[in-house]
């Protein structure tokens, strides 16, 4: 369950947070907390999670409903997220000039391996997933797009960690790692030799320690220092052997490198 939010002091100097300021960064939490959590949420509900005053809760959520961020089931007083929230994330894929180049590359990734790929960027200690291109073989067409997973538990997240320094990394997890399953790294000493093997092999791997049953291979698109983006290879772990995944991460680390170069020759940073 979420923690509760506490509401930042102003850093220009002025003695407390104007009510404006101290309202906005509110609603935006709020927005995060439906984001975080995949059930209709009433006002109790949200007080618990964010800790913020009832007669606040009602105020912004009159305000976000009006505004379309949320919608309302009035039967149950209960909220959750609305329509504005897709139409701002689809925003945000619609005007990154990287996306419809990695689209690309995932269809001939798809292609040539028959799995499926995914293209994230890390944001702090999580990736978030921006385009899936589904195996045709799949038996759960779900897109992963627009959400998130802890980085130190899926190979795009090791093969975008691998980019820090070891200084970088301590600074940026924490000492303790949250298991997914009981395959995930969960301690930074584990972490570390999995980026170490990343930078030697060139892409990442993982076991069965972001979903049980899937094993993943991923690769940095090397067009930033560090890099921020990484194309990984999902397999049912039943389908491949090493040797099999090993193929695919090494496709992966060709289809990036060629990639990275496509957009720095496009002037995209």
Avoid at 56 to 69: D, F, V
Avoid at 113 to 131: C, M, Q
Avoid at 141 to 148: A, E, Q
Wanted: hydrophobic share 40%; glycine share 8%; proline share 4%.
């Amino acid at each position: 369950m979420p923690q509760k939010v506490d509401t930042p002091a102003v850093s220009d100097g002025a003695p407390a947070e104007s009510s404006g300021v101290k309202s906005a960064r509110r609603a935006v939490d709020l927005i995060e907390t439906f984001a975080a959590n995949d059930v209709w949420l009433s006002l109790s509900d949200l007080h618990a999670r964010t800790g913020f005053p009832r007669s606040s809760l009602h105020g912004l959520l009159r305000t976000l409903l009006e505004a379309g961020w949320l919608e309302a089931d009035a039967n149950t007083a209960r909220y959750r997220l609305g329509v504005r929230a897709l139409i701002c994330g689809t925003a945000y894929l619609d005007r990154d000039a990287v996306v419809p180049f990695a689209t690309e590359a995932l269809e001939r990734i798809r292609e040539k391996t028959g799995f499926t790929a995914h293209f994230a960027r890390r944001n702090g200690t999580e990736v978030v997933y921006l385009e899936t291109r589904e195996s045709q073989r799949s038996t759960h067409l779900v897109s992963r797009v627009g959400r998130t997973l802890p980085a130190h538990a899926t190979a795009l997240g090791k093969a975008l960690l691998a980019e820090l320094t070891h200084d970088e990394i301590e600074a940026l997890m924490p000492a303790s790692l949250t298991a997914l399953t009981p395959n995930t790294i969960t301690t930074l000493e584990g972490l570390h030799a999995e980026c170490a093997a990343t930078r030697e092999r060139g892409y990442a791997a993982e076991v069965e320690e972001g979903t049980l049953g899937v094993r993943c291979v991923a690769a940095v698109i090397p067009y930033r220092i560090p890099g921020t983006d990484a194309i990984s290879c999902s397999m049912p772990i039943a389908q491949v052997t090493d040797a099999d995944a090993q193929r695919v991460g090494e496709l992966l680390a060709e289809t990036t490198a060629e990639l990275g170069r496509q957009l720095r020759r496009a002037g995209i940073r």
